[in-house]
């Protein structure tokens, strides 16, 4: 017997269909959009830091010097020409700070060996 109100009734399986292929587009539209949004403040992909190499001055013999690389800064650590009360300055800082306060440098400062038998 057929009866249109019946679940597998062509109309209703056509239907079935047709709202399943609706939202399925209606979820990869908001994926979309949400892989897309920009929202300040939440770590946003700007510029990676090969593009865009955060840079340092420092106070080296009374003298502003720089700017230098992560790289150089640790070279300087290593030469002794950069101490923990080393004044140090990248952009974004509103003031100058000494090394031992800025954590980036404490980090260059633990990846540089000792000198052999310190």
């Known amino acids: 017997m057929y009866n249109d109100q019946s679940f597998f009734s062509i109309d209703r399986l ?3 269909g047709m709202s ?4 399925q587009q209606m979820v990869k539209s908001m994926n979309d959009t949400m ?7 939440a770590g946003n992909l700007m510029q990676s830091p090969a593009q865009n190499p955060k840079v340092y001055y420092a106070v080296i013999d009374g ?3 720089g700017p230098f690389s992560e790289t150089e800064i640790a ?8 101490a923990k009360e080393t004044y140090i300055w990248y ?4 003031a100058w700070k000494t090394a031992e ?17 310190e």
């Open 14 to 16: 056509v239907e079935f």
């Open 20 to 23: 399943m292929a609706v939202a």
């Open 35 to 41: 892989v897309n949004m920009n929202i300040p403040g």
């Open 63 to 65: 003298k502003q010097a």
């Open 75 to 82: 070279r300087l650590i290593n030469d002794k020409k950069i």
């Open 91 to 94: 952009p974004g800082l509103t």
């Open 101 to 117: 306060n800025i954590p980036e440098i404490l980090r260059l400062v633990a990846l540089n060996p000792p000198a052999l038998g």
